[in-house]
């Protein structure tokens, strides 16, 4: 095999803005074979658009061509599942956008495909894939602010007014969305969630906004705010007993963000981030399915984890219309 072959379900924000420029900047190594669009002539536009080879009307054309080796399901929350399945049942690993499915029993159906197939299943959280989080996982398990007991973290974010992301019908809201970050960093260190809850912000029937408690065991929290309707911020803290560590952007971290150590001293480090948001994630996939690298990062315990905190943040929820503003 000489290269990684893809196929793209959608033609969306994620596949413009941060899968495609992922797959130019590693070059050869990479190919996207076809991108499959719900109709023909958005497919051909997507596809001259991106030097794609082959656009293909409909989802399910794309998953029976023998030339894929792993898609990419960058579709709406509530159609994720379906295609996943889908896509494993053809014999194709998967690189699946997050939140992986809409409930537990969702996310365990898509795991469980994926081992019957046995194949590979990614929840797209490139964070994971990038040299500042291992540097922070590195400085906590050398102790550095010795016992990590807490974590809070915002994500901001604007979203236009016609988008799936109003629909509760389609997963949209900010817990779907965005509090999926920091549950999924968190996840990194604290893993036995005991409760969870939410204040929400309503706009129609999604939350626009909602600010979260995760206790787990150990006393250990997470303490988050996200929403749909406000300049772009992202920030983590991690507290420990003997220090703390800022992060300006946890999420999707560019070359000049910095992330501080707070210890008896300040210590400014560098992200040091020279590659776009998604390409450490589609190398080690690419180096995964061609053997050359033991698959990292898989949706296995992580995303049922993450899945039954949603679920838990939903369950026990106060949730207040939003004011109406002049
Ligand atoms: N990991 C990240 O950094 C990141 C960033 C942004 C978004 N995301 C995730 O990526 C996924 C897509 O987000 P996006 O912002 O790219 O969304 P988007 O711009 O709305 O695109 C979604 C695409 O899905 C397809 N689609 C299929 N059924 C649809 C339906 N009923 N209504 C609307 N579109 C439908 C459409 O493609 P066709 O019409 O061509 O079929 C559409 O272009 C979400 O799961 C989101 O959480 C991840």
């Known amino acids: 095999m000489t290269g990684v072959r893809w196929g793209i379900l959608g033609t969306g924000w994620v596949v413009e803005n941060s899968f495609m420029p992922a797959i130019r900047e590693l070059g ?14 958005q497919a051909r536009a997507f596809a001259r658009q991106e030097g794609i080879q082959d656009a293909v009307e409909g989802y399910e054309s794309l998953l029976e061509r023998p030339d894929i ?17 889908r896509a494993l049942e053809s014999g194709k690993h998967v690189l699946c956008e997050k939140p992986l499915g809409m409930d537990p029993a969702s996310v365990e159906r898509m795991i469980d495909a994926a081992g019957i197939s ?9 964070f994971l894939f990038r040299s ?12 550095a602010i010795g016992d990590l007991t807490k974590i809070d973290s915002t994500f901001f974010t604007t979203i236009a007014t016609v988008n799936y992301r109003w629909e ?18 968190a996840d990194l260190w604290f893993q036995h969630a005991e409760r969870a809850s939410t204040v929400s912000t309503m706009r129609g029937t999604v939350d626009v906004e909602s600010s979260g408690q995760v206790a787990y065991q150990r006393g250990r929290v997470l303490e988050f705010t996200v929403g749909l309707d406000h300049p772009y911020r992202t920030s983590a803290t991690l507290w420990g007993t003997r220090g ?3 992060v300006a952007s946890p999420y999707h971290p560019q070359p000049t963000d910095l992330f501080t150590l707070f210890d008896n001293s300040v210590h400014p480090l560098q992200a040091a981030q020279h590659t776009g948001t998604f390409q450490a994630m589609l190398a080690h996939i690419g180096d995964a399915i061609q053997e050359r690298q033991a698959p990292q990062y898989l ?4 995303s049922r984890r993450v899945s039954s905190i949603l679920a838990m943040l939903r369950g026990h929820r106060v949730a207040r ?5 002049p």
């Open 168 to 185: 509760a019908s389609m997963g949209g809201g900010a817990l779907y969305d965005l509090a999926v970050y920091p549950i999924r960093l």
């Open 69 to 85: 080796d792993v898609v990419y399901v960058a579709l709406p929350n509530h159609v994720h599942e379906k295609w996943t399945i």
């Open 132 to 143: 500042q989080t291992a540097h922070l996982c590195t400085l906590v398990q050398n102790g």
């Open 28 to 41: 050869p190594t990479h190919v996207v074979r076809a991108v499959a669009s719900r109709t023909a002539a």
């Open 118 to 126: 046995n194949r590979y299943l990614w929840e797209a959280y490139a």
């Open 321 to 325: 219309p939003e004011s109406k503003h």
């Open 299 to 302: 949706a296995d315990g992580s």
């Open 244 to 246: 703390r560590i800022e």
